[in-house]
């Protein structure tokens, strides 16, 4: 299965990073909101300290809510 960097596990992303765990892929997630990585860690996720370690090493990405051009620019190398 897939290591996937996730940013933004909120109303939105929450729920989709927990049915690709419940897919069996590996989820790291970065979040501003800690009850967010709360919920996050519970459904099995990896926590990031900050946003470019959510996707070091991950073959995919998924930003959820604000995101960063510099953020898409680091994962496209």
Do not use: C, W
């Not at 300290?49 to 990405?61: F, I, P, Q, T, W």
């Amino acid at each position: 299965m897939a290591e996937i960097g996730f940013i933004g596990a909120g109303n939105m992303g929450g729920p989709m990073l927990a049915n690709l765990i419940k897919a069996g892929h590996a989820v790291t997630v970065f979040d501003l909101v800690q009850t967010a990585l709360d919920a996050a860690q519970d459904a099995g996720a990896t926590l990031a300290e900050a946003r470019a370690l959510a996707y070091e090493g991950a073959s995919k990405v998924s930003f959820k809510g604000e995101y960063h051009r510099t953020d898409i620019a680091a994962f496209a190398r």
